[in-house]
């Protein structure tokens, strides 16, 4: 989320309803969730049941946020 001068960079998991994972880092979490939900974005294949978040946590700093 951007507010001002304040930057935050989501690193988040999804998960199907068959098992797979995805994981995936954003400036706009709710706006990216919502893009995986509707799949308005290429990411989980149509055929696998609709990915829902199973964690996420912010950081100030993408290179934090991407680091292993």
Same mark, same amino acid.
């Given at each position: 989320?951007?507010? =001002?001068?304040?930057?935050? !960079?989501?690193?988040? $998991?999804?998960?199907?309803?068959?098992? #797979?994972?995805?994981? =995936?880092?954003?400036?706009? !979490?709710?706006?990216? $969730?919502?893009?995986?939900?509707?799949? #308005?974005?290429?990411?989980?294949?149509?055929?696998?049941?609709?990915?829902?978040?199973?964690?996420?946590?912010?950081?100030?700093?993408?290179?934090?946020?991407?680091?292993?």
């Amino acid at each position: 989320m951007r507010d =001002g001068f304040h930057y935050k !960079f989501w690193v988040y $998991i999804l998960s199907s309803g068959s098992g #797979t994972l995805y994981v =995936g880092v954003t400036g706009f !979490f709710e706006r990216r $969730i919502y893009q995986h939900k509707y799949d #308005t974005i290429e990411g989980f294949h149509p055929e696998i049941p609709m990915p829902s978040p199973v964690y996420y946590e912010s950081h100030q700093d993408v290179q934090v946020a991407i680091a292993p």
